[in-house]
């Protein structure tokens, strides 16, 4: 009787240290790898992470333009990490990291635009992230398709002739002067607006001055017009 008292007790505290079992925990590590505990005390599979790209409508991805938003989603029991994005036609276009990602929805800058890229792209993003006491993984996006414009414009700025231009030179008086700028995108996106920055002028005037549409013979190409002080130029800078 003695004897079986004592393998009683033995079986009895070898159950106590005994790992959870039938699903039941305390903690994510009483789980298997891929699973978590919830706060019923369950071990539950984790859903794997997922990567949306946010395509906004009639955004073109440009070095003036180079955000990117994109989604993720998570279990909580997951450790994020660096989440990349990559434009792409037959080779990279523009690529750009985020260090760490979040749950929800996450901008990630662009960078090292290829010069004179003109067209569709696409675009993926990947998401790098490690599940409780397991090796790093990572999950990407579907593609996105966007477009892409890195190739720069040619202007050409001029002064249409006045009443009483002469030799294309024009009184400072206390007028105003139409300038005119021709802005040639060629396949690209077009020029939505322009502006004009004079390097020098008097403290009585403004230096920049928006501009108006006056002409789009094309997608790619517009004319703008600017209204000026005549006074705009520094005295004696001829």
């Known amino acids: 009787m003695a ?5 009683l007790i033995l079986l009895g ?13 305390s903690i994510d590590t009483d789980c298997r790898s891929g699973s978590s505990c919830t706060s019923d005390g ?25 955000r990117i938003q994109v989604r993720v989603t998570a279990s909580p029991q997951l450790a994020l990490g660096a989440l990349s994005v990559v434009a792409s036609s037959d080779r990279i276009l523009a690529s750009g990291t985020l260090p760490v990602a979040a749950v929800g929805d996450n901008t990630v800058t662009l960078a090292h635009f290829e010069p004179d890229a003109v067209g569709q792209v696409t675009v993926t993003a990947t998401l790098q992230f490690s599940e409780p006491g397991a090796a790093p993984q990572s999950v990407s ?4 398709i966007m477009a892409i414009d890195t190739q720069p414009p040619s202007v050409n700025v001029f002064i249409p002739a006045t009443s009483d231009t002469v030799n294309g030179w024009v009184a400072r008086t206390a007028g105003t002067l ?6 040639d995108d060629g396949a690209g996106s077009g020029a939505a607006s322009a502006t004009l920055v004079l390097d020098h002028c008097p403290s009585i005037v403004p230096c920049s001055y928006a501009g108006a ?3 789009r013979p094309s997608a790619g190409a517009a004319a703008f017009s600017f209204t000026v002080p005549r006074a705009v130029q520094v005295a004696g800078s001829e």
Do not use: T
């Open 3 to 7: 004897l079986r008292r004592g393998l």
């Open 13 to 25: 505290l070898a159950a106590a240290c005994h790992p959870s079992v039938r699903g039941r925990c």
């Open 42 to 66: 369950l071990c539950v599979n984790q859903p794997p992470p997922s990567v949306q790209v946010l395509v906004e409508a009639g955004k073109i991805l440009s070095p003036s333009m180079p």
């Open 141 to 144: 996006s579907d593609p996105g």
């Open 178 to 183: 139409e300038v005119q700028a021709q802005v």
């Open 213 to 215: 549409v006056v002409e």
